[in-house]
Protein backbone atom coordinates (compact mmCIF):
# COMPACT_ATOMS: atom_id res chain seq x y z
CA UNK A 1 0.00 0.00 0.00
CA UNK A 2 1.49 3.48 -0.74
CA UNK A 3 2.35 5.75 1.87
CA UNK A 4 1.37 9.56 0.65
CA UNK A 5 1.98 12.98 2.41
CA UNK A 6 -1.74 12.95 3.19
CA UNK A 7 -2.74 9.47 3.79
CA UNK A 8 -6.25 7.87 3.89
CA UNK A 9 -8.04 6.15 6.61
CA UNK A 10 -7.59 2.61 5.12
CA UNK A 11 -3.59 3.34 4.94
CA UNK A 12 -1.27 2.49 7.11
CA UNK A 13 0.68 5.50 8.46
CA UNK A 14 5.15 5.24 8.25
CA UNK A 15 5.98 6.85 11.19
CA UNK A 16 9.16 7.27 13.78
CA UNK A 17 6.70 5.16 16.11
CA UNK A 18 6.74 2.47 13.64
CA UNK A 19 7.99 -0.20 16.15
CA UNK A 20 5.47 0.30 18.78
CA UNK A 21 2.75 0.63 15.93
CA UNK A 22 3.34 -2.53 14.47
CA UNK A 23 3.75 -4.40 17.96
CA UNK A 24 0.25 -2.49 19.36
CA UNK A 25 -1.15 -3.96 15.41
CA UNK A 26 0.33 -7.41 15.75
CA UNK A 27 -1.62 -7.70 19.68
CA UNK A 28 -5.00 -6.92 18.33
CA UNK A 29 -4.91 -7.83 14.58
CA UNK A 30 -7.01 -10.78 15.35
CA UNK A 31 -9.75 -9.47 16.99
CA UNK A 32 -9.75 -6.51 14.60
CA UNK A 33 -9.80 -9.32 11.49
CA UNK A 34 -12.71 -10.96 13.14
CA UNK A 35 -14.93 -7.63 14.37
CA UNK A 36 -14.22 -6.40 10.29
CA UNK A 37 -15.63 -9.51 8.67
CA UNK A 38 -18.29 -9.60 10.91
CA UNK A 39 -19.32 -6.18 10.56
CA UNK A 40 -19.33 -6.39 6.90
CA UNK A 41 -20.51 -9.70 6.58
CA UNK A 42 -23.74 -8.60 8.92
CA UNK A 43 -24.86 -6.04 6.58
CA UNK A 44 -24.09 -7.19 3.47
CA UNK A 45 -25.39 -11.30 4.57
CA UNK A 46 -22.29 -13.05 2.74
CA UNK A 47 -18.51 -13.46 3.60
CA UNK A 48 -16.38 -10.65 3.07
CA UNK A 49 -13.45 -10.88 0.61
CA UNK A 50 -10.05 -10.23 2.33
CA UNK A 51 -9.13 -7.26 0.66
CA UNK A 52 -12.28 -5.61 2.42
CA UNK A 53 -10.99 -6.98 5.47
CA UNK A 54 -8.08 -5.68 5.21
CA UNK A 55 -8.88 -2.20 4.09
CA UNK A 56 -10.73 -1.93 7.27
CA UNK A 57 -8.72 -3.31 9.37
CA UNK A 58 -5.85 -0.68 8.71
CA UNK A 59 -8.48 1.85 9.28
CA UNK A 60 -10.02 0.96 12.48
CA UNK A 61 -6.87 0.19 13.60
CA UNK A 62 -5.18 3.71 12.41
CA UNK A 63 -8.71 4.80 14.62
CA UNK A 64 -7.05 2.83 17.71
CA UNK A 65 -3.79 4.44 17.40
CA UNK A 66 -4.87 8.25 18.05
CA UNK A 67 -7.49 6.84 20.75
CA UNK A 68 -6.86 7.51 24.28
CA UNK A 69 -6.50 3.72 25.10
CA UNK A 70 -4.73 4.99 29.10
CA UNK A 71 -8.05 4.08 30.75
CA UNK A 72 -9.28 1.11 28.56
CA UNK A 73 -10.18 -1.93 30.49
CA UNK A 74 -10.16 -4.50 27.60
CA UNK A 75 -7.70 -3.27 24.43
CA UNK A 76 -8.95 -6.25 22.62
CA UNK A 77 -12.79 -5.66 23.17
CA UNK A 78 -12.52 -1.88 21.88
CA UNK A 79 -10.31 -3.23 18.94
CA UNK A 80 -13.03 -5.42 17.98
CA UNK A 81 -15.32 -2.94 18.82
CA UNK A 82 -13.91 -0.05 16.40
CA UNK A 83 -13.39 -2.74 13.60
CA UNK A 84 -16.84 -3.88 13.80
CA UNK A 85 -18.34 -0.45 13.24
CA UNK A 86 -15.88 0.23 10.25
CA UNK A 87 -16.85 -2.67 8.77
CA UNK A 88 -20.55 -1.99 8.80
CA UNK A 89 -19.69 1.26 7.01
CA UNK A 90 -18.21 -0.41 4.20
CA UNK A 91 -20.81 -3.37 4.21
CA UNK A 92 -22.70 -0.12 3.29
CA UNK A 93 -20.91 0.96 1.04
CA UNK A 94 -20.68 -2.60 -1.05
CA UNK A 95 -24.26 -2.12 -0.89
CA UNK A 96 -24.15 1.10 -2.55
CA UNK A 97 -21.66 0.16 -5.02
CA UNK A 98 -23.89 -3.10 -5.87
CA UNK A 99 -27.03 -1.03 -6.62
CA UNK A 100 -24.87 1.20 -8.84
CA UNK A 101 -23.48 -1.56 -10.54
CA UNK A 102 -26.89 -3.14 -11.13
CA UNK A 103 -28.99 0.20 -12.23
CA UNK A 104 -26.39 0.95 -14.64
CA UNK A 105 -26.74 -2.39 -15.90
CA UNK A 106 -30.55 -2.14 -16.52
CA UNK A 107 -29.92 1.65 -17.73
CA UNK A 108 -27.87 -0.48 -20.68
CA UNK A 109 -30.75 -3.11 -21.26
CA UNK A 110 -33.54 -0.34 -21.18
CA UNK A 111 -31.33 1.31 -24.22
CA UNK A 112 -31.51 -1.85 -25.98
CA UNK A 113 -35.00 -2.53 -25.43
CA UNK A 114 -36.88 0.91 -25.03
CA UNK A 115 -37.94 1.42 -28.78
CA UNK A 116 -37.75 -2.16 -29.97
CA UNK A 117 -40.38 -4.05 -27.67
CA UNK A 118 -42.33 -4.78 -31.04
CA UNK A 119 -41.05 -7.71 -32.68
CA UNK A 120 -37.96 -9.13 -32.92
CA UNK A 121 -36.79 -7.90 -35.82
CA UNK A 122 -37.08 -4.12 -34.32
CA UNK A 123 -34.36 -5.74 -31.10
CA UNK A 124 -32.11 -7.11 -33.33
CA UNK A 125 -31.90 -3.85 -35.45
CA UNK A 126 -31.54 -2.09 -32.24
CA UNK A 127 -28.97 -4.48 -31.40
CA UNK A 128 -27.03 -3.88 -33.88
CA UNK A 129 -27.31 0.19 -33.33
CA UNK A 130 -26.11 -0.48 -30.08
CA UNK A 131 -23.25 -2.12 -31.89
CA UNK A 132 -22.39 0.20 -34.50
CA UNK A 133 -22.77 3.07 -31.66
CA UNK A 134 -20.09 1.45 -29.79
CA UNK A 135 -17.79 2.21 -32.14
CA UNK A 136 -17.91 5.56 -31.35
CA UNK A 137 -17.08 5.32 -27.55
CA UNK A 138 -13.25 5.86 -26.23
CA UNK A 139 -11.09 2.38 -26.38
CA UNK A 140 -11.61 2.38 -22.47
CA UNK A 141 -15.57 3.10 -22.47
CA UNK A 142 -15.87 -0.03 -24.56
CA UNK A 143 -13.85 -2.09 -22.57
CA UNK A 144 -15.58 -1.09 -18.75
CA UNK A 145 -18.77 -1.73 -20.92
CA UNK A 146 -18.02 -4.87 -22.10
CA UNK A 147 -17.17 -6.43 -19.11
CA UNK A 148 -19.66 -5.04 -16.55
CA UNK A 149 -22.53 -4.15 -18.21
CA UNK A 150 -22.70 -6.49 -20.98
CA UNK A 151 -20.54 -9.73 -19.66
CA UNK A 152 -18.93 -12.54 -21.34
CA UNK A 153 -20.38 -16.13 -21.63
CA UNK A 154 -18.35 -15.98 -17.69
CA UNK A 155 -20.87 -13.23 -16.85
CA UNK A 156 -20.37 -9.61 -16.14
CA UNK A 157 -17.45 -8.61 -13.62
CA UNK A 158 -18.53 -6.44 -10.45
CA UNK A 159 -17.29 -3.16 -11.37
CA UNK A 160 -15.39 -2.66 -8.32
CA UNK A 161 -13.03 -5.88 -9.09
CA UNK A 162 -12.94 -3.89 -12.95
CA UNK A 163 -11.73 -1.06 -10.73
CA UNK A 164 -9.20 -2.80 -8.83
CA UNK A 165 -7.33 -5.02 -11.81
CA UNK A 166 -6.78 -1.52 -13.99
CA UNK A 167 -5.53 0.08 -11.06
CA UNK A 168 -8.34 2.67 -10.73
CA UNK A 169 -10.80 3.68 -8.27
CA UNK A 170 -14.44 2.61 -8.63
CA UNK A 171 -15.88 6.22 -8.71
CA UNK A 172 -14.02 6.72 -11.56
CA UNK A 173 -14.80 2.92 -13.55
CA UNK A 174 -18.39 4.62 -12.69
CA UNK A 175 -18.01 7.80 -13.69
CA UNK A 176 -16.75 5.75 -17.44
CA UNK A 177 -19.50 3.68 -17.61
CA UNK A 178 -22.44 6.54 -16.53
CA UNK A 179 -20.46 8.88 -19.37
CA UNK A 180 -20.39 5.40 -21.72
CA UNK A 181 -24.13 5.03 -21.49
CA UNK A 182 -25.07 8.50 -21.92
CA UNK A 183 -23.46 8.94 -25.35
CA UNK A 184 -24.73 5.19 -26.46
CA UNK A 185 -28.60 6.39 -25.54
CA UNK A 186 -27.77 9.41 -27.36
CA UNK A 187 -26.34 7.64 -30.64
CA UNK A 188 -28.86 5.17 -30.57
CA UNK A 189 -31.97 7.54 -30.41
CA UNK A 190 -30.40 9.71 -33.09
CA UNK A 191 -30.10 6.60 -35.24
CA UNK A 192 -33.44 5.49 -34.65
CA UNK A 193 -35.06 8.70 -35.52
CA UNK A 194 -33.00 8.75 -38.84
CA UNK A 195 -34.49 5.41 -39.07
CA UNK A 196 -38.39 6.45 -38.99
CA UNK A 197 -40.32 7.09 -42.15
CA UNK A 198 -41.33 10.30 -40.86
CA UNK A 199 -37.74 10.99 -39.63
CA UNK A 200 -38.94 11.78 -36.01
Not at 89 to 98: A, Q, S, Y
Request: aromatic residues 4%.
Amino acid sequence: MTVTETPRPDEWVAGDDGPARLALFVDVEGAMKAGARNGIRNTVGSLPSEHDVEDVVVQAFNELWLSDRSEIESLLGLARTIAHRRGIDRGRRILRERRDDRKLGMDLLRLSDEDSARDQLEDAKTLEIVQQCKEHLTADQRAVVSATVEGTIDGTMPLKEYAERRGTTYEACRRMVERAIAALRRCVETALRKDRPDGG
